[in-house]
């Protein structure tokens, strides 16, 4: 499944600077019985490189709602995020 912006899509852009770029990283977390292993460790690792990085403030509580909406339908497997700071030309 993928989401953009919380929403489900098809595909990322060829411009999406995660790809043409590296511009961005990603986290996999295992799920057991429909729950993210270590949660708030992988939450703390993913706000730590979001600052680091210096993205746009995100919304994290959509992002957290549905990463644990689909581990919820998991009963063993791994959940993988990549965030990237999308399309454009240099920010920082």
């Not at 746009?56 to 959940?79: F, K, N, T, Y």
Request: with cysteine; hydrophobic share 45%.
């Amino acid at each position: 499944m993928l989401l953009l912006d919380g929403n489900q899509a098809a595909g990322l852009s060829p411009a999406d600077r995660g790809l043409t770029l590296g511009d961005g990283f990603f986290s996999t977390m295992r799920v057991r019985n429909g729950q993210i292993c270590l949660l708030p460790y992988h939450l703390a690792r993913i706000r730590s490189s979001l600052a680091r990085l210096q993205f746009p403030a995100l919304e994290w509580d959509v992002m957290v709602s549905a990463m644990q909406s689909r581990a919820a339908s998991l009963h063993e497997g791994v959940l993988k995020i990549i965030l990237t700071r999308g399309e454009g030309g240099a920010r920082l």
